[in-house]
């Protein structure tokens, strides 16, 4: 009878780690898939933060990423908006002063409206009537602001986009 035990308690630890290996090998093909996806949206993006890949391993792997694609860098996602792509450079970060023309921030969790303000992060697109937060306060974007990218935070002075709610 112990014989016929100890035969059941392998076949379970068999099939538990049979079922490991397929949730690993299924992790990895999700990631696979998303970092070479280019027409996920940026809601389906948000979904799923933790499978694209990171600034640091894409930099290091040196290869070419395609416009549309998604990276994290920090807890921020980026789509790369660059015609043709780009190769990551050690210098030029998705935050890096001047880098908009080639990545730029993803953030649609918030409605953008005055009771769901989206946070601003320099270099997202804002576009008229959208409603941000920045420092404690709310501001709309006025009629024909779009700022795209927007590299001004809200409640710079002189600058007419930014109207402050409250």
Not at 73 to 86: I, K, M, W
Request: glycine letters at 10%.
């Amino acid at each position: 009878m112990i014989y016929h035990r100890e035969d059941s308690i392998q076949a379970i630890r068999e099939e538990e780690q049979q079922a490991e290996r397929l949730a690993q090998q299924s992790v990895e093909a999700a990631r696979v898939f998303a970092a070479s996806s280019v027409s996920l949206s940026d809601d389906q993006a948000l979904a799923m933060p933790e499978l694209f890949p990171m600034w640091e391993d894409v930099l290091a792997a040196g290869n070419k990423l395609a416009e549309g694609s998604v990276l994290r860098d920090g807890e921020t996602l980026y789509r790369v908006v660059q015609a043709g792509g780009v190769t990551p450079q050690e210098n030029q970060p998705p935050h890096g002063e001047g880098m908009l023309a080639v990545y730029r921030p993803i953030e649609t969790e918030h409605a953008g409206t005055q009771e769901d303000p989206i946070p601003w992060v320099y270099g997202m697109d804002c576009r008229a009537g959208q409603y941000f937060s920045y420092e404690g306060h709310v501001y709309r974007v006025a009629e024909g602001g779009d700022m795209i990218p927007c590299v001004w935070a809200p409640g710079t002075p002189g600058l007419w986009q930014w109207e402050l709610v409250s």
